[in-house]
């Protein structure tokens, strides 16, 4: 029960008492502060007078106290587990920090030892105050733990040599840089292992450039830019500070150098000064003007700029007021953009502006601006493009596009476009007058032109589509203009089909020529060819035609052929008596009585 516990306890501390009555004097006398603990308890049975002294506890208060309240750092279980009777007569020294009444924190070594006094196994703690050269001692070896472990975390590469040149400090950052540094007992021996150039530089750095060598002669070096190589590593760009090592009386005793790896900055500023580089030259080569001004002031323009301002040179215009530059009609405009950018941070949408040239003529310009950053000021883009040459192609153009206005109107052949449907959607005065006896009302309504099936009809038309869709181009399709022509009209056309670039139809364009007086004089021809001059009857040709089909047919069918041979007696007398002219009358008047008695 709760209750024997408490007289077990009793007991033994009154039998604990009673054995140190004999060496509680001898205790009290020692220099050093003595506590007694049981082994299983952390709070104090005994402490001497000079415990009680220094502490400003008395017995009864400390009886009360845990031990760490006096030693923060108490640890029984660095001197053996006495509640396993594993007890111990080595003691164990070692350094701690002592609370007396009050906050008061002073540096004691501490002695922890385990021993029985009658039946009663104990703990011991014997603490002795530091005196002020030990407690510096102890402070520098802290410091000296510290600034190692420091020295050891630090991302930066250290090393550092005696006067002799001896390594006394390679920090795991340069031993995981180069590892086989740390084998080396002398600096000098690193070019075994290390090469070492300028930046930049491809020729190896003399070993009296080295920082760490200069420190050795007392120099102080700062921000060198290094490039060190090993075998079968990277190079590796770094940045150097090393300084001299002296001591109190201002001799040198050795050197130090510090590392700062800057391989990956060195990498961006390559990429960033690559990048420069190609916009510069973008910039340089590019066809439009770049200007950029700060507060109104040109700080630079590109050669493109220059040319189209008609300067020499870039100085002519750096310094200038870009407001100088621009036509007084645009001046106020201008002052609004610079003033909408700054307010909004965003990019002005392209405005046709006039500039100066500096021969005093006027150039137009297109010109986007935004803002940005020079030189950490803030500032203003400027992005034109010479309108001139669009200027010059686009009056071209209209020029052009008048001639062929003029040639369209003008031009003797009809010229036409007509949908895939047939429907017109352009045609010249030619073709107004090829198709209709109204021209004028044609030209003057465009609506009123019908299909084109209306003027030839629905059968020609869709011969003349369909022979343009399967060969693409079609030349010399005749036709006659069977509606609302003025009179019997045969026309000539040429037609090509239009497909986009997918090979879709889109139009039909074609021209169309008046046939109509080459169709009578072929007809008039073919006539002639076949038939008398003299009687209008046909003649041997045709009769040879006739007859060779008549015969081919009687074969055919079996049938006969008959040949009727027609003569005028005394024909010559005619011709002796009253000449030829009467005969020919005779000859002529013969023939219509012919023809008008036979089936033609």
Avoid at 151 to 173: F, H, I, P, Q
Avoid at 229 to 240: C, D, I, K, N, T
Avoid at 521 to 526: A, G, K, N, Y
Avoid at 582 to 593: C, H, I, M, Q
Wanted: with cysteine; hydrophobic share 40%; net charge negative.
């Amino acid at each position: 029960t709760l209750a024997e516990l408490l007289v077990t306890q009793l007991r033994q501390r009154r039998q604990f008492m009673g054995s140190l009555a004999g060496v509680a004097e001898l205790l009290d006398q020692s220099r050093d502060e003595v506590y007694l603990l049981a082994t299983d308890q952390h709070r104090c049975y005994y402490a001497n007078r000079r415990a009680r002294w220094r502490t400003g506890y008395s017995m009864a208060e400390l009886e009360t106290l845990e031990i760490r309240a006096v030693f923060p750092d108490y640890a029984p279980e660095e001197n053996g587990d006495a509640d396993t009777g594993d007890v111990s007569t080595t003691s164990t020294m070692r350094t701690a920090e002592h609370i007396a009444r009050g906050g008061e924190r002073y540096p004691v070594e501490t002695r922890l030892s385990s021993l029985r006094i009658g039946d009663s196994t104990m703990r011991m703690i014997v603490a002795r105050e530091l005196g002020e050269q030990r407690a510096i001692e102890i402070t520098l070896e802290r410091e000296r733990e510290f600034s190692k472990g420091l020295l050891e975390n630090l991302s930066e590469g250290v090393v550092a040599c005696d006067v002799e040149g001896r390594l006394t400090v390679v920090n795991r950052t340069m031993r995981d840089w180069y590892p086989g540094l740390s084998d080396l007992t002398a600096f000098h021996q690193w070019s075994r292992i290390l090469s070492i150039f300028e930046d930049e530089s491809s020729s190896p750095l003399a070993e009296d450039q080295v920082p760490l060598v200069r420190a050795l002669r007392g120099e102080r070096v700062r921000a060198a830019r290094l490039v060190i190589s090993a075998p079968g590593l990277a190079y590796r760009h770094v940045l150097v500070n090393a300084d001299p090592l002296l001591d109190s009386n201002g001799r040198n005793r050795g050197g130090v150098a510090v590392m700062t790896d800057m391989t990956s900055q060195y990498v961006t500023e390559q990429h960033l000064r690559q990048a420069r580089e190609q916009y510069q030259t973008l910039i340089e080569s590019s066809p439009d003007m770049v200007l950029v001004h700060c507060d109104g002031v040109i700080v630079y323009i590109n050669w493109t700029g220059v040319r189209i301002l008609g300067g020499n040179d870039p100085g002519d215009f750096i310094g200038r007021l870009i407001i100088d530059l621009l036509h007084p009609s645009f001046h106020e405009i201008a002052h609004q953009r610079v003033r909408e950018m700054r307010a909004t941070g965003k990019v002005a949408k392209p405005l046709e502006e006039l500039f100066f040239r500096v021969d005093g003529s006027t150039v137009p310009l297109e010109v986007a601006a935004t803002p940005i950053s020079h030189n950490g000021r803030c500032a203003i883009q400027v992005v034109a493009r010479d309108m001139s040459e669009r200027y010059r192609a686009i009056e071209a153009l209209r020029t052009a596009e008048q001639r062929f206005r003029s040639l369209f109107e003008n031009a003797a052949e009809g010229i036409f476009q007509i949908t895939p449907q047939g429907d017109f959607t352009t045609a010249n005065p030619a073709m107004a007058g090829l198709l209709c006896k109204d021209a004028t009302e044609l030209l003057e309504k465009p609506g009123n032109w019908r299909n084109f099936a209306h003027y030839l009809s629905r059968e020609v038309l869709d011969l003349l589509l369909a022979r343009t869709e399967r060969e693409g181009n079609v030349v010399g399709f005749e036709a006659e203009v069977v509606k609302d022509a003025p009179g019997r009209v045969w026309i000539s056309i040429n037609m090509r089909a239009v497909r986009d670039d997918a090979g879709s139809l889109q139009c039909y364009e074609g021209s169309a020529l008046d046939v109509t007086e080459v169709k009578r004089h072929q007809r008039t021809l073919e006539h002639q060819a076949t038939h008398d001059l003299l009687t209008n009857l046909p003649n041997r040709n045709l009769l040879d035609d006739r007859l060779l089909q008549s015969m081919a047919t009687a074969d055919r069918h079996g049938t006969l052929v008959a040949v009727a041979f027609v003569d005028l007696d005394n024909f010559k007398d005619i011709n002796d008596t009253f000449g030829h002219r009467v005969g020919d009358a005779v000859l002529t008047e013969s023939a219509r009585r012919l023809s008008g008695t036979i089936r033609a």
